[in-house]
């Protein structure tokens, strides 16, 4: 029997014109493109020299992934609210000598990105 989940609708801001939604949009979306870039240089250079551990990255950038998605919703799109989440911080040091800081798993946030960026945006 397959469920059906209601998805609560952003809230879209009345007072933009549609030509400021469209640019809200086009801004968000080259963000998210911008991030996704970097995320999927920063990986590529992890694996050939980091192989084993953990792709790690700072909680701002799930920070500005929602700010991106608030941005989207404001100019009419239809992104899900559990889409914009806290970021889920692990106690991690990125050298050995160095004390624990809160960092974010940014495999899971790059594979956010493109999940969204095949929603929202028309080009490839």
């Not at 950038?61 to 009419?76: P, T, V, W």
Request: no cysteine; proline share 6%; hydrophobic share 35%.
């Amino acid at each position: 029997m397959a469920r059906r989940f209601r998805v609560e609708r952003g809230l879209m801001d009345e007072s933009l014109t549609s030509e400021e939604r469209a640019d809200l949009k086009a801004r968000a979306i080259a963000r998210l493109q911008s991030q996704a870039a970097e995320l999927e240089r920063r990986h590529q250079g992890h694996q050939y020299k980091e192989r084993g551990e953990r792709f790690m990255t700072g909680p701002e950038a799930r920070e500005s992934f929602n700010d991106a998605l608030r941005d989207l919703q404001r100019a009419g799109e239809d992104i899900p609210d559990w889409m914009i989440r806290p970021p889920h911080a692990i106690k991690w040091r990125p050298i050995k000598t160095a004390p624990l800081e809160d960092w974010i798993d940014g495999s899971g946030l790059l594979s956010d990105n493109k999940r969204v960026l095949v929603m929202v945006d028309p080009k490839p």
